[in-house]
């Protein structure tokens, strides 16, 4: 399949779906976007979603590439269409194609889609300001200058992170269930557990996640700390 983008050949990978399925995802990396078939990013299994949240800590950048004016739909090649949708109060935007064969979405707004990014409140950017001098925008890369600015003075964007407090929640319920027996009933106490050690967004003993942010990127800080908990 070619990238709607730059249409060179993405690189398909086989993932868990719900139910027992599979789910192909085509990924390109030079373009930083995935694409799912009609409906396919709905099936995927947590497990698969926190795969692919791992490929994109490994393979995004702060550059954000550029988008032709003219996407295409890799299997129509019909004109792909820019829509918008909001989870929560965040909003994220896709290509979709109006055949219904599928959607091309950045590895950014596939985060937004899959509500794994949070807005940061003032009392968060408060405390982030003693710490780190400037941030990049999630949305357009530009450079954040906390001193100055809570939000993005280009695109105006929300200054925003990885919720880390929805992947621990979700990194506990894989662990049980991978489990050999029968479901724990302490399970909902070890939820609350883990949500209660990452309540604080910014604990003083997270060196890692503090040194990472301080290059500027809070969603890939956050990226890297999930993948340290995925392969610890």
């Known amino acids: 399949m070619t990238c709607p983008n730059c249409g060179k050949a993405m690189t398909d990978w086989m993932l868990d779906g719900r139910l027992g399925t599979q789910v192909t995802v ?3 990396i030079a373009c930083q976007s995935f694409w799912f078939d009609l409906h396919k990013s ?4 947590p497990g698969s979603t926190l795969k692919l949240m791992k490929f994109i800590g490994e393979h995004s950048s702060t550059a954000k590439p550029t988008l032709s004016d003219l996407l295409r739909c890799p299997r129509c090649a019909g004109r792909l269409s820019l829509a918008h949708d909001m989870v ?3 909003r994220f935007s896709y290509w979709g194609c ?3 064969h599928g959607r091309f979405i950045g590895f950014f707004d596939f985060l937004k889609e899959k509500n794994f990014i949070h807005a940061l409140s003032p009392k968060e950017i408060q405390q ?3 710490n780190v001098q400037t941030v990049h925008c999630c ?3 530009a450079s954040i200058d906390l001193q100055t600015h809570s939000a993005c003075p280009y695109c105006h964007s929300a200054i925003s992170m990885l919720d880390m407090q929805q992947q621990q929640q979700m990194l506990a319920q894989l662990k049980e269930a991978a489990e050999p027996r029968s479901v724990d009933p302490t399970l909902p106490l070890k939820l609350a ?3 209660a050690e990452t309540s604080a967004l910014f604990t003083a003993d997270d060196t890692e996640w503090w040194e990472d942010a301080r290059s500027g990127d809070l969603v890939q800080a956050g990226l890297k700390a999930v993948a340290r908990w995925i392969t610890t």
Request: charged share 25%.
């Open 139 to 141: 949305n357009c890369g």
């Open 128 to 130: 982030l300001r003693e």
């Open 42 to 45: 709905l099936q995927l299994a």
């Open 26 to 28: 085509d990924v390109c």
């Open 98 to 100: 109006a055949g219904g």
């Open 88 to 90: 929560r109060n965040m």
């Open 193 to 195: 557990q883990a949500k």
